[in-house]
T-cell receptor, first 111, second 118 residues
Framework: KQEVTQIPAALSVPEGENLVLNCSFTDSAIYNLQWFRQDPGKGLTSLLLIQSSQREQTSGRLNASLDKSSGRSTLYIAASQPGDSATYLCAVMDSSYKLIFGSGTRLLVRP | GAVVSQHPSWVICKSGTSVKIECRSLDFQATTMFWYRQFPKQSLMLMATSNEGSKATYEQGVEKDKFLINHASLTLSTLTVTSAHPEDSSFYIC??????????????FGEGSRLTVL
């Protein structure tokens, strides 16, 4: 059974700092891996999607990497801003298009 | 981009009543829709997979008679929480997989529906 773990569970950093969020998964037979952002009481915003054959994806200040063989992904946020404060969720998709989510990292960027 | 609408966005009901939540793809047809539940400060847990014109497939531990799912068209899936109780209070989110699109595996999520059962 696929399990997704995210570390750390919570993170507080000063504005401007670069940071890394970690995600690990137990079964390397994934279709893709996705990173989402969730603001309190809201739905999900898709940030980056990495296909199983890819190693990384970039969007603006965000960069996500995927090492399928070791079951790891990282989300790198450059020059963090208070507006980046949210919960970041990592999810892996299996061949039936089911997404298995991690428990998330709650990020607070202090002004 | 593709838009998925959920309605209602929040609902409060009395214990024992049934509540229906709609998930609608506004500008695309969805072969498959997924229903998730999220308890406070926890992650999303997949409840069931809904395929148009067929019965939903439920995840282990999810009561199919309590959480009725109907996917009658390629743009609409509904989740009915029957005889709701306070422990059913949660944030319910749907996602939709476009029909006929390139198989990128991208899913589009609704904004979620917060259910509070008194």
């Amino acid at each position: 059974k696929q399990e997704v773990t995210q570390i750390p569970a919570a993170l507080s950093v000063p504005e401007g700092e670069n940071l890394v969020l970690n995600c690990s998964f137990t079964d390397s037979a994934i279709y893709n891996l996705q990173w989402f952002r969730q603001d309190p009481g809201k739905g999900l915003t898709s940030l980056l999607l990495i296909q199983s054959s890819q190693r990384e994806q970039t969007s603006g200040r965000l960069n996500a990497s995927l090492d399928k063989s070791s079951g790891r992904s990282t989300l790198y946020i450059a020059a963090s801003q208070p507006g980046d404060s949210a919960t970041y969720l990592c999810a892996v998709m299996d061949s039936s298009y089911k997404l298995i989510f991690g428990s998330g990292t709650r990020l607070l960027v202090r002004p | 981009g593709a838009v998925v609408s959920q309605h209602p966005s929040w609902v409060i009901c009395k214990s024992g009543t049934s509540v229906k939540i709609e998930c609608r793809s506004l500008d695309f047809q969805a072969t498959t829709m997924f229903w998730y539940r999220q308890f406070p400060k926890q992650s999303l847990m997949l409840m069931a997979t809904s395929n148009e014109g067929s019965k939903a497939t439920y995840e282990q531990g999810v009561e199919k008679d309590k959480f009725l799912i109907n996917h009658a068209s390629l743009t609409l899936s509904t989740l009915t929480v029957t005889s709701a109780h306070p422990e059913d209070s949660s944030f319910y989110i749907c996602s939709a997989r476009p029909f006929g699109a390139a198989n990128t595996g991208e899913l589009f999520f609704g904004e979620g529906s917060r259910l509070t059962v008194l």
